[in-house]
């Protein structure tokens, strides 16, 4: 039904890696690299020129490099000059803005807005909806919920960008901003729709408007037991590296020292 | 101007009805069928194959089924699997993932995102940019304004997915979000950015954050009177099916009797 | 790389000035005029007919007035019957509807939307993912951030439609919602995700769900400083009409007196 090559563009500067499936509609702009066994869906804008092109006769477009198995979906553009680790894969209608690095294994969900000169690890999970300010940092393992935005300038407006850090194994729930400079720790469970500013260390749940410390994460007990969810990754691996062997086991054998 | 025929995309397994206009850069995949006097505008995706289509060679598409009158905006993607009832509208941009299924006469705005796995009544209305997740139950005459979040996951990141449901002639006002398991009564109006949880009577007024039961919608007088817009089906009646007749007759002739 | 001409309907009742760009996959429809040095990106819809097009066989579409060196990104939607000031701007996949009215140098952020018969004044700055309702009017200088949205209806659902008004260089923060009716000053600063009524007074700092006015923006002072950022203009000028000469020079210059 799909990939009957119409009405799609390929550079001749772009760069295709072996069995990778261009959607129709799909344009790919110089100096694009897209691995092996990628998608690339419909209506897709890849390697997206920057602003400077319209206004640079000189203007040439920087790398972008898509790494293998990458899956995206309709609709997403994607700007010239970022990156992106194996097995990325997106929703529709994405926009990813220049200078964005993604590990391996990250997925961004349906009509996320990632502003730029951002930085996130592995296995992140951004559902639909996430606005990512630039100059924000994420680490590894991280879940955003929809909604939620990320914001860097402390005396709007003005040209100072600090974008918020988030830790390795931690969550930020539905609806929840992240003022500028905020920094949360590992392990932790911000809630949803909090108003988040200041430092947090790890394994906090944090909450509210103007959000605070709750309590350990560790302490939140499910419903009749004395069993908590979290740290999370004991109960949950799917598409996690620990997805055979375990998060205690994983951890020993990858050398994953810092948690 | 519009439907001009120009790079259209119609799959010999659609059955389109009688009257049907379809917009340039249109795709419509296996097994869509589409009622009489549908209007679907240009570059929009019906019938959008599920996961299973890229990894799967036997993969056949579900039946996707919108009945007569549909109305879909441009830029729009239906995933195959899922059912409309007859004057089924959107605004531009708007994604319904799989085995979604909507009534009569309702409607979905700009850029909303439908999860799937979600099931609502006749006459719903869903603004701009509204996120239904995955098991969410809506009934009848339920109006969802912009930047509302219905979630699913009780204890994140887990498989456990359980969805609001919200009851007949229920409002969920701009911004508010509501928590997993979330059970909303008939005549509800949730007021703004709200985060609610938990159970709620028929007819309350909820609203905060955490949101509370404030009181019953009927106490809310208008300024200056001791009447009340509530419950509204009295005062609004604008492409409802007792817009003729007026609710109380309506009730009484169509038989709806638990309200 | 962009503008190869592909795939682009110009209708012949469009007015194109000199030196315009048209991306690939763009469309414009009737009546639209189209002034000189702008850039139209690829994959967008200028003129899009209103509702009346598809139900009446006399449909003309109403004029569309872009003024010189408009910079529209890809896959944005522009009603017809809109009209926007000299260097216009928007991100990618934005929707204005109807009747809408910009300035000078405005910019409209990615997935924004904009409800159509609202008013803007010069060099205001919506950022991403706005949502601006019906009626809404919004002064000059004025900047509002992601998620924030202007809702007109006090009593839904209802046709009572009375959108917020907000003052020259006021700024509303991520994610606050402004209820019906709310009347912002000049020079206010309302902070993230706040739910703001009522009036608010001139360089009112207003914060909080319900939003209450804290102090005047001149007294916030910047960390270890007793000098404030505020009123902004003094402190930022990029791309604003005193970036030359300084904000008191420019208001001596300019006349503008009501500040």
Redesign the interface.
């Known amino acids: 039904?799909?990939f009957?090559n119409?009405?799609v563009?390929i550079?001749e500067k772009a760069t295709i890696g072996k069995n990778v499936?261009i959607g129709?509609?799909t344009?790919i702009?110089?100096n694009v690299i897209i691995g092996d066994n990628s998608?690339i869906c419909?209506?897709c804008?890849i390697g997206?020129?920057l602003n400077d092109?319209?206004f640079n006769n000189n203007y040439e477009?920087p790398k972008t490099i898509i790494a293998e198995e990458a899956?995206i979906r309709?609709?997403s553009?994607i700007y010239a000059g970022s990156s992106f680790g194996k097995k990325f894969s997106t929703?529709?209608?994405v926009?990813i803005r220049e200078n964005s690095k993604f590990g391996n294994n990250c997925r961004v969900g349906?009509?996320s807005?990632i502003?730029g000169h951002v930085e996130f690890g592995d296995s992140c999970?951004l559902h639909?909806?996430v606005?990512i300010g630039q100059k924000s940092k994420i680490g590894n393992y991280v879940?955003i919920?929809?909604?939620v935005?990320f914001?860097n300038d402390p005396?709007?407006?003005?040209?100072v960008c600090i974008g918020p850090t988030v830790g390795d194994f931690s969550?930020i729930?539905?609806?929840t901003?992240l003022?500028p400079a905020t920094e949360i720790g590992k392990h932790c469970?911000i809630g949803?729709?909090s108003?988040v500013g200041g430092k947090h260390e790890d394994y906090s749940l944090v909450i509210?408007?103007p959000a605070k410390r709750i309590k350990d994460v560790r302490d939140l007990k499910?419903k009749g037991t004395d069993a908590s969810?979290y740290p999370?990754p004991i109960?949950?691996s799917?598409n996690m590296p620990w997805e055979q062997e375990g998060f205690e086991n994983w951890k020993l054998k990858s050398g994953y020292e810092n948690d």
Chains 1, 2, 3 share one sequence.
């Open positions: 039904m799909k009957n119409i009405n563009y550079s499936k129709d509609n344009v702009y110089d998608i419909n209506d804008v997206e020129p092109y319209y477009n899956f309709s609709h553009i929703g529709h209608r926009t349906t009509v807005d502003q999970w639909s909806n606005h879940f919920y929809p909604y935005v914001t005396t709007p407006p003005s040209d969550q729930a539905v609806g901003v003022l469970l949803a729709q108003l509210g408007n499910l969810h999370w109960n949950f799917r």
